[in-house]
T-cell receptor, first 116, second 108 residues
Framework: DVKVTQSSRYLVKRTGEKVFLECVQD?????MFWYRQDPGLGLRLIYF???????EKGDIPEGYSVSREKKERFSLILESASTNQTSMYLC???????????????FGAGSRLTVL | TQLLEQSPQFLSIQEGENLTVYCNSS?????LQWYRQEPGEGPVLLVT?????EVKKLKRLTFQFGDARKDSSLHITAAQPGDTGLYLC????????FGQGTTLQVKP
C-alpha cells in the first residue's frame, strides 16, 4: 500500500515560532501537496510540487513556504506561526492516473497544529 | 478562484434511510473524485468519475458525474452506521480543489 507519513500528529507552538511539518511518501510519486483543513471550509491547497526542487503556489500560500529537496519528502514551513494558522494540515501525494490525467491523491493522517 | 459547493454540509439520518450529497461548480473539470474521511485519518478515495454522464456504483453508493462535467452527486442507499464520516468531492483542474465537505451521521 502507498503510504504517506506525516511525522508529527499533534504540535503546539507559540506565536512567532518557526514550524516545520514533514511529509514522506514511499511510492515514488512525482506529485506532492499540502492542504489545510478547517471546519466549513473543506481542504484548501497551500502549495504543491510536481518534481524535486519545484514548487507551485496553491490557493492560500501566504505565511507558508515549502521545500522539496528529495522526491519522497515535502516539507511545509511556517516562518513565523500565527494563531490563524491553527489547523489540521494534510499532506498528499499522487501520480497522474492512466486516464484523462486524473490526479488520485493518497493522504497522510494529518498534523494538527495549535498556535498559542 | 474555482469553487466547488457541496450540499448539505451536515446530515444526520437513521439507519436504513437513503441520502444524496451534491457537489456543484460553475467550472468544468477533467475529472471529479469523492473521498471519505474518518476522524483522525486522512481522506481516502472512493471513486473517480471522468466522463460526462458517467455513473459508478460502489456497493450501496452511486456516484454520478454531470453531463457538462460541472457537478456530481453521491447517493447512498440504506445507510449504515459505518457510512458515518466526512465526504469530500474534489475537482481536477490540473490540481485538485475540494468542496467544503458533507458530515454524515448515521444513527443505529
Amino acid at each position: 500500500d502507498v503510504k504517506v507519513t506525516q511525522s508529527s500528529r499533534y504540535l503546539v507552538k507559540r506565536t512567532g515560532e518557526k514550524v516545520f511539518l514533514e511529509c514522506v511518501q514511499d511510492m515514488d510519486h512525482e506529485n506532492m501537496f499540502w492542504y489545510r483543513q478547517d471546519p466549513g471550509l473543506g481542504l484548501r491547497l497551500i502549495y504543491f510540487s510536481y518534481d524535486v526542487k519545484m514548487k507551485e503556489k496553491g490557493d492560500i500560500p501566504e505565511g507558508y513556504s515549502v521545500s522539496r529537496e528529495k522526491k519522497e519528502r515535502f516539507s511545509l514551513i511556517l516562518e513565523s506561526a500565527s494563531t490563524n494558522q491553527t489547523s489540521m494540515y494534510l499532506c498528499a501525494s499522487s501520480e497522474v492516473g492512466q486516464t484523462s490525467g486524473a490526479n488520485v491523491l493518497t493522504f497522510g493522517a494529518g498534523s494538527r497544529l495549535t498556535v498559542l | 478562484t474555482q469553487l466547488l459547493e457541496q450540499s448539505p454540509q451536515f446530515l444526520s439520518i437513521q439507519e436504513g434511510e437513503n441520502l444524496t450529497v451534491y457537489c456543484n461548480s460553475s467550472s468544468v473539470f477533467s475529472s471529479l473524485q469523492w473521498y471519505r474521511q474518518e476522524p483522525g485519518e486522512g481522506p481516502v478515495l472512493l471513486v473517480t468519475v471522468v466522463t460526462g454522464g458517467e455513473v459508478k456504483k460502489l456497493k450501496r453508493l452511486t456516484f454520478q458525474f454531470g453531463d457538462a462535467r460541472k457537478d456530481s452527486s453521491l447517493h447512498i442507499t440504506a445507510a449504515q452506521p459505518g457510512d458515518t464520516g466526512l465526504y469530500l468531492c474534489g475537482g481536477n483542474t490540473g490540481k485538485l480543489i475540494f468542496g467544503q465537505g458533507t458530515t454524515l451521521q448515521v444513527k443505529p
